[in-house]
Each structure stands twice: as C-alpha cells, then as structure tokens.
C-alpha cells in the first residue's frame, strides 16, 4: 500500500485567535494536494477553533495526559482532545521530554491512552548533540522506539494509526538540518525496530522527519527513501512557509 506523504505542523506555544487565518488558508491550498496528508496542531486553547475553521486538514493536539479525567490540575486528556475533534496527539517530543521530565515509560502509556480514546499517535524520538557526537545516536533512537512506542497495539499499527517523528534534538528550531544521508540512516534503524516489534504491519508506521525543515530543503529530505513526511515546528507558523513544504511533498509523492 503506498502511504501519502504526512505533513504536519507543530504550532508549539504559539499562536493566537489571529491566527485562524494562516489554518484556513492551508486549509484552502490542502485542496491542491489531494496526494499529501496535511495536519496542524496548536496549541490546546486554539484546536477546537481551528477544527471548526477547517475540512480538509487533520487537527491534533501536543501532549495528552495518561489518565481520561481526574484531578490533574492543567493537564488535558485524550478523550478530551477527542471530544474537540482533533484526530491525532503529538506525544514524546524532546521539548516535553526536556521541559516536563518525559520518558519513554510515560510516552508509552499516553499513546496508550490516546489510541484507547480513538486518536492517532505522532511519537517522538530523537538523540541530543553530544550523543551523536559519541557515535550513539542509533542506538539512542532504537532505544527511544523500544521503549515509548505500545509494542501491545498492533491492530493500531496495522491501521496506520501509529507515526515516528525521527527529530535530532540538536536540529530543532536551530537552523542546522540533519544531512539526508544521516536521516536515511536514522529511519532505516527506526524501521529496522518497527519491523523487529510489528513485523510486516510495520510498513504502515509512517516515519517523519523534524528538525529545521523548510521549503528549501524539504524535497532533499521528504524525497530521501523512508521519510514519510514532516513534523515542522518554525515553518508551519504561516501558510506562506508551509504550503512550500506541502508542495515538496507532492512533488515527490507523484
Ligand atoms: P522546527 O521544529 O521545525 O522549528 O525545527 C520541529 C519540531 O520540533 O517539531
């Protein structure tokens, strides 16, 4: 089955009411790209807004907690993410890992949590600078698989319900993009670990590329074999730098 490019932007802590208008316009321009899958995810205040302000574009969610309700001051469940039509949680990203203490134990268990309340999972992994400099970042990555993505949810994987963001932390929001030979050697052990846990149905796990990506290079980085996409962070921020990066995806996918 051949997989449509997955195209996502991670609005992070930005982003205002204001800010509905760059969402409809990728909205508007996702007719175009019929071939490439298009997803946002703001910040919690702002995706119920932008779910109503969209149709052809997925909307998500950064982070949901383990639990579907309870006292959990500021926390914001999957069920509740559900309940305001997103369709996917970005879960594990090194932001959260770095800022709230995440581990692999805890992103496993909210992607358990999310798959259970009907979203999608974009699980995040990625080595920091000094472990690629040490020659560990394979080994890091395949670790960071192992042990966040739920080995128990086949049937989630089997329904392409289940994505890897490959993000080296050192790339993130730096400019500095990882070259292309590294990524397809990151994802190529990432999907080496997918196969090791979901044998065949690990083809159907679409493994994105994040860090710096723009509309520069994004057909260098999306045209690499076993990148099935993008998480973008600074570029998604307006329709103007990210609809290039949607059309790089097209491009290559056609
Ligand atoms: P960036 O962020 O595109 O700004 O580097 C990517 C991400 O963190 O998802």
């Not at 995040?124 to 670790?143: F, I, P, Q, W, Y």
């Amino acid at each position: 089955m051949t997989k449509r490019p997955y195209i996502v932007g991670n609005w992070k802590m930005n982003g205002n009411r204001a800010m509905l208008a760059e969402a409809r316009a990728i909205d508007r321009a996702a007719q175009r790209y019929p071939d490439v899958e298009i997803a946002l995810a703001p910040p919690a205040p702002l995706i119920g807004t932008v779910r109503e302000a969209v149709t052809g574009i997925g909307v998500g969610g950064q982070d949901c907690h383990t639990a579907a309700k309870g006292a959990h001051t500021g926390d914001v469940s999957a069920a509740m993410l559900a309940d305001i039509g997103a369709d996917f949680v970005i879960l594990g990203h090194s932001e959260r890992r770095r800022d709230h203490g995440e581990n692999d134990v805890l992103v496993r268990a909210k992607a358990e949590a999310a798959l259970a309340a009907g979203l999608s999972v974009i699980i995040c992994v990625g080595e920091t600078l000094d472990e690629r400099d040490s020659g560990k970042a394979e080994a890091v990555v395949s670790a960071q698989i192992d042990g966040s993505v739920p080995l128990g949810e086949g049937a989630a994987v089997a329904a392409g319900r289940v994505a890897v963001a490959y993000e080296p932390v050192w790339a993130i929001g730096t400019g500095r993009v990882a070259a292309v030979e590294d990524v397809v050697a990151m994802h190529a052990a990432a999907g080496a670990r997918l196969v090791a846990a979901f044998g065949e149905d690990a083809v159907r796990v679409r493994i994105l590329y994040g860090g710096s990506v723009n509309g520069e290079n994004a057909i260098g980085l999306l045209g690499a074999p076993g990148v099935g996409g993008a998480l973008v962070g600074g570029a998604s921020l307006t329709a103007d730098a990210f609809l290039p990066i949607v059309a790089a995806a097209s491009q290559v996918s056609a």
